[in-house]
């Protein structure tokens, strides 16, 4: 079993996801460079970290905050730069950060789509090769390339997020892997969550297309209503991941029953998961 130590650099870090990471892994001992492109939540993070200290050691976590702006492959860079030089013997890569884009097909256009491959798979891309070499000096290391279990299934009104997830998983298995094969001591886990209580889905944006707000109203809800587990219990399910070196970390009830219902029927999976979707909807 890995052991949690050292230094773990996460972007997305203020809010959701990273931010409940970071809280987590700070009480493991880990020192921490978090990324975002909040500034004040990332400060705000670190200040509520910093209250905290490692009482076996009597020693306060080492906390870098980098404003990152992960669909920039320069911003990465940098991040990857200032935070191995903050923290030498960081060796945990999250690569969390993302976004969500509402609309079908036809009523995205082709910027948008750049948009959020830049940031949902890009920045994935960008953060593994950035952080890799450092990585690999490290005794033990472990790179967490968080996709979804929309790179699993592939819901109508999901094709930019879907195919920018499928992608990161797809990648994250190859370059894992490449990894195992050379004898490195860089593990690599993919993370599928399913619903999740953070604020993507009201963060998002709309496809250009899309011209009735009550539809965009209707698509938030009825994710909020399917998204059942807490940033914080996807995080300590991240951590028993890493720990146990598991290539493939699913997060809540509805993304193993997804995962599962996808196997059994590939390719005709949506109708039954559509009639279960709606009524939850129904609250049924």
Known sequence: MTMIRGAAAITGAASGIGRALALELAQRGCD???????????????????????????????????????????????????????????NILVNNAGVALLGQF???????????????????????????????????????????????????GQSAYAAAKFAVRGFSESVRHELAVAGSPVRLSVVHPGGVATSIARSSRTGVGVTDNARRAQMIDRFETAARTTPKEAALRIIRGIERNEPRILIGNDARFMDILQRLRPGTYWAPLQKRLERMAKGK
């Open 32 to 90: 921490l460079a978090l990324a975002d492109r909040d500034e004040a939540g990332l400060k705000s993070l670190a200040a509520e970290i910093g209250q905290g200290h490692d009482q076996a050691n009597d020693r306060a976590r080492k906390i870098s905050v980098h404003r990152v702006d992960v669909g920039e492959a320069h911003d990465i860079a940098e991040f990857a730069r200032e935070a191995v030089v903050a923290h030498p013997a960081l």
């Open 106 to 156: 036809e009523e995205i256009d082709q910027a948008q789509m750049d948009w959020l491959f830049d940031i949902n798979f890009w920045g994935v891309v960008h953060g593994t090769r950035a952080f890799l070499p450092h990585l690999k000096t490290q005794a033990e290391a472990h790179i967490v390339n968080v996709s979804s279990i929309f790179g699993i299934i592939a819901p109508p």
